[in-house]
T-cell receptor
Framework: GAVVSQHPSRVICKSGTSVKIECRSL??????MFWYRQFPKQSLMLMATSNEGSKATYEQGVEKDKFLINHASLTLSTLTVTSAHPEDSSFYIC??????????????FGPGTRLTVL | QKEVEQDPGPLSVPEGAIVSLNCTYSNSAFQYFMWYRQYSRKGPELLMYTYSSGNKEDGRFTAQVDKSSKYISLFIRDSQPSDSATYLC?????????FGSGTKLNVKP
């Protein structure tokens, strides 16, 4: 399968600071990338879908001004958590989409970024 | 009601056992159904996907979908300690995935 990297893997920051997470598809061009957050023992919650060269589509309840997503190239998408607060502490996972067949995507997930806001 | 429900476990079985993992879903419009495996501190990886009802087999893994009862299953035969992970089911429709909460599986040697 395709390889997706995420950087950093772990970040600890003070409340009020901004944190940028990078998601790269290393061996294929991803026109669509997905950003999720995952709380312990809970399912992946889709935050937004980003398409290269256009604005991200955010899920209901996700603040677009707080979670800035940029998908400037076919291999890179970034998520910036602005003015992070302790309640933003979570595991953030990106995935790069590749069409399997018809209208279905196969998702290649990154290894995730553990964000801890003090 | 959540779109996809999954028993979080944990499920502990001896090596060699047959494992049955299950999910239910609420939206009858779902057409594609996936199973992902997630090791600790890693991103999920796709194991199998099926379209509509029926069975699909890949080695020791069999995915089963019953759309009439909105029930999806993953069977693992001859389970190995390396199968120990969290298994997530997912349903897909209109470019959007809905994940279950994951079932943690522990296969004891």
């Amino acid at each position: 399968g395709a390889v997706v990297s995420q950087h950093p893997s772990r970040v600890i920051c003070k409340s009020g600071t901004s944190v940028k997470i990078e998601c790269r598809s290393l061996d294929f061009q991803a026109t669509t990338m997905f950003w999720y957050r995952q709380f312990p023992k809970q399912s992946l919650m889709l935050m937004a879908t980003s398409n290269e060269g256009s604005k991200a589509t955010y899920e209901q309840g996700v603040e677009k001004d707080k979670f800035l997503i940029n998908h400037a190239s076919l291999t890179l998408s970034t998520l910036t958590v602005t003015s992070a607060h302790p309640e933003d502490s979570s595991f953030y996972i990106c995935s790069a989409g590749s069409r399997l067949a018809g209208n279905v995507f196969e998702q290649f997930f990154g290894p995730g970024t553990r964000l801890t806001v003090l | 009601q959540k779109e996809v429900e999954q028993d979080p476990g944990p499920l502990s079985v001896p090596e060699g056992a047959i494992v049955s993992l299950n999910c239910t879903y609420s939206n009858s419009a779902f057409q594609y159904f996936m199973w992902y495996r997630q090791y600790s501190r890693k991103g999920p990886e796709l194991l199998m996907y099926t379209y509509s009802s029926g069975n699909k087999e890949d080695g020791r893994f069999t995915a089963q979908v019953d759309k009439s009862s909105k029930y999806i299953s993953l069977f693992i035969r001859d389970s190995q300690p390396s199968d120990s992970a969290t298994y997530l089911c997912a349903c897909y429709n209109f470019n959007k995935f809905y994940f279950g909460s994951g079932t943690k599986l522990n296969v004891k040697p």
